[in-house]
């Protein structure tokens, strides 16, 4: 489905036929691993694949600053990014082309790794993208579905068919934290139930000395019961501020 902008797609993009090219793929729902170069206003390049996934978190991010809601965010600038739930850097290339961001991203699976890397690359921001997930554990499985190159993946959700299972690889939430080696601005989250895992923590009063903000987004697959639970832990140190659609903003109680 086609979202309703914010901004004006002529304004952001400085290839908006391209841009354009890319929604009219979409809304014939046509797939294809085949890439398309986009650039901003503010010389942001942005290489997606022709699909449906790919232009629709670009235009979340660019077009609806999703993120960042004027609501809480008219002023602030945040200038040490994590994101986990990386994808193909859209989010990442958002604050570091916006905000001139320090970003470290984490994406487990290979095929969005690969995107956001070049996507990192042909970018003179300061991003790293790391080939990992965020977990408690050192490894995890998730399940993987490619549709002619629009990639699936969760820890969390089985798809009914067409699905590989994959090990990958994890570091925790405190080893992130300690790679950036700085005061974090934001956290976002968006891994596909993951969240519920990684936020599954009960030092929310310790963290909230070390972060602004936190955004996730949450899933109805995932236990009622254990996301109550957890939206009282993150109490002790955050408070929420915003809620729209899925995805809920949490600020800390020390600023």
């Known amino acids: 489905m086609i979202k309703e902008y914010v901004n004006n797609p002529k304004d952001v993009f400085k290839t908006y036929d391209d841009f354009l090219h890319l929604e009219s793929l979409t809304k014939q729902r046509i797939r294809s691993p085949k890439k398309i170069m986009l650039e901003t206003a503010n010389g942001c390049k942005i290489l997606a694949r022709q699909n449906i996934y790919d232009y629709n978190i670009i ?9 960042f809601p004027q609501e809480i965010f008219r002023d602030y600038a945040p200038k040490t990014v994590i994101d986990i739930g990386a994808y193909i850097n859209d989010f990442g290339l958002y604050c570091a082309s916006t905000f001139n961001s320090t970003v470290h991203a984490y994406e487990p699976v290979k095929q969005n790794f690969t995107i956001a890397l070049e996507n ?13 997930g965020v977990a408690t554990t050192p490894t995890l499985d998730i ?45 976002k989250i968006d891994c596909e139930g993951q969240e519920a895992d990684i936020l599954n923590r009960n030092d929310f009063y310790q963290l909230s000395k070390n972060i602004d903000y936190i955004i996730f987004e949450t899933h109805s697959f995932i236990d009622d019961d254990v996301m109550q639970d957890i939206y009282h832990k993150l109490q002790k140190g955050f408070e929420q501020v915003y809620e729209k659609h899925a995805v809920k903003w949490y600020r800390s109680k020390q600023i």
């Open 120 to 132: 990192q690359k042909i970018n003179n921001y300061n991003i790293t993208t790391f080939n990992e």
């Open 59 to 67: 235009v979340e991010q660019f077009l609806q600053n999703q993120y």
């Open 143 to 187: 399940n993987v579905k490619d549709v002619q190159g629009e990639i699936h993946a969760s820890s969390h959700r089985t798809y009914k068919k067409g699905f590989a299972t994959k090990e990958i690889n994890c570091v925790s939430l405190d080893t992130a934290i300690e790679r950036l080696g700085e005061h974090i601005n934001v956290l």
